[in-house]
């Protein structure tokens, strides 16, 4: 009989435990980390791939030459872009971790296990300093959305050309990469509609998997704005939480 009440106490205590930890869980900010970390991983991963497939279409379809190492050319910019998004994926899965650290220490189970007025303290200071950087960091995202819409938006252009191909049997269009600033004025790379070259272009999987691969990184882009306001909302609610409450014990979970 008395195992029985002990084991039975046991079981109630390991219950009571798990739903502390449960509880202490904060939710809004596991949803907007991961949101992060998605939009990151989509932009980065879908960014890259599309860089790549602009290489091989620059080179097989528009002729376009490597020049020499010292050049800033649009293969040098490609690669300094690719390195750009290696520090961006590194960057924000430290930061993405150090917002969940941020949450777990405003809930009230690390409050409870530490103390009111020195958890309160310190995540009042820590709450401050990652509202100024998460907005910091929301309005990067702004621009790289807008930065990632422009490859888009003349992927689309070439993609409709060939789609229509057929009606636009009898016109004269031309692919002038200086209209994009890609080549230099005197250098002139050029396909036009009708040739051999767009229509093995139009052909290819490397055009339409390059051009929605790049929608798939402005997507990742649009979502990591979204997490990053998410982020400002959960930082803004503790950080009032945290400053009114600081002699109470009140649990954010956020």
């Given at each position: 009989?008395?195992?029985?009440m002990?084991?039975?106490?046991?079981?109630?205590?390991?219950?009571?435990?798990?739903?502390?930890?449960?509880?202490?869980?904060?939710?809004?900010?596991?949803?907007?980390?991961?949101?992060?970390?998605?939009?990151?991983?989509?932009?980065?991963?879908?960014?890259?791939?599309?860089?790549?497939?602009?290489?091989?279409?620059?080179?097989?379809?528009?002729?376009?030459?490597?020049?020499?190492?010292?050049?800033l050319?649009?293969?040098?910019?490609?690669?300094?872009?690719?390195?750009?998004?290696?520090?961006?994926?590194?960057?924000?899965?430290?930061?993405?971790?150090?917002?969940?650290?941020?949450?777990?220490?405003?809930?009230?189970?690390?409050?409870?296990?530490?103390?009111?007025?020195?958890?309160?303290?310190?995540?009042?200071?820590?709450?401050?300093?990652?509202?100024?950087?998460?907005?910091?960091?929301?309005?990067?995202?702004?621009?790289?959305?807008?930065?990632?819409?422009?490859?888009?938006?003349?992927?689309?252009?070439?993609?409709?050309m060939?789609?229509?191909?057929?009606?636009?049997?009898?016109?004269?269009?031309?692919?002038?990469?200086?209209?994009?600033?890609?080549?230099?004025?005197?250098?002139?790379?050029?396909?036009?509609?009708?040739?051999?070259?767009?229509?093995?272009?139009?052909?290819?999987?490397?055009?339409?998997?390059?051009?929605?691969?790049?929608?798939?990184?402005?997507?990742?882009?649009?979502?990591?704005?979204?997490?990053?306001?998410?982020?400002?909302?959960?930082?803004?609610?503790?950080?009032?939480?945290?400053?009114?409450?600081?002699?109470?014990?009140?649990?954010?979970?956020?």
């Amino acid at each position: 009989m008395e195992e029985n009440m002990e084991e039975g106490q046991t079981q109630k205590g390991c219950l009571e435990c798990c739903i502390k930890c449960l509880g202490g869980i904060p939710y809004a900010s596991l949803i907007a980390t991961i949101l992060l970390y998605a939009g990151v991983a989509l932009f980065c991963g879908c960014g890259h791939e599309a860089l790549s497939g602009t290489v091989t279409i620059l080179q097989n379809y528009f002729e376009v030459v490597k020049g020499p190492v010292e050049s800033l050319d649009v293969f040098t910019m490609i690669d300094i872009f690719k390195y750009v998004i290696y520090g961006v994926a590194a960057a924000f899965f430290v930061y993405g971790i150090l917002l969940m650290v941020e949450g777990f220490f405003t809930t009230g189970a690390i409050r409870d296990l530490y103390g009111d007025f020195k958890i309160t303290t310190c995540g009042r200071c820590v709450s401050a300093w990652f509202i100024m950087l998460t907005y910091i960091f929301m309005l990067a995202w702004l621009g790289v959305t807008a930065f990632t819409s422009l490859p888009v938006f003349m992927y689309f252009n070439i993609w409709t050309m060939c789609q229509n191909a057929t009606i636009t049997e009898g016109a004269n269009l031309c692919l002038d990469l200086r209209q994009f600033g890609i080549v230099t004025l005197t250098d002139e790379k050029k396909v036009c509609t009708g040739s051999d070259k767009f229509l093995k272009m139009c052909e290819s999987t490397e055009l339409d998997m390059t051009f929605h691969l790049f929608i798939c990184a402005l997507a990742g882009a649009g979502a990591a704005v979204i997490a990053m306001a998410a982020c400002i909302m959960v930082l803004a609610r503790n950080y009032v939480t945290l400053a009114s409450q600081s002699l109470g014990k009140y649990c954010t979970r956020f």
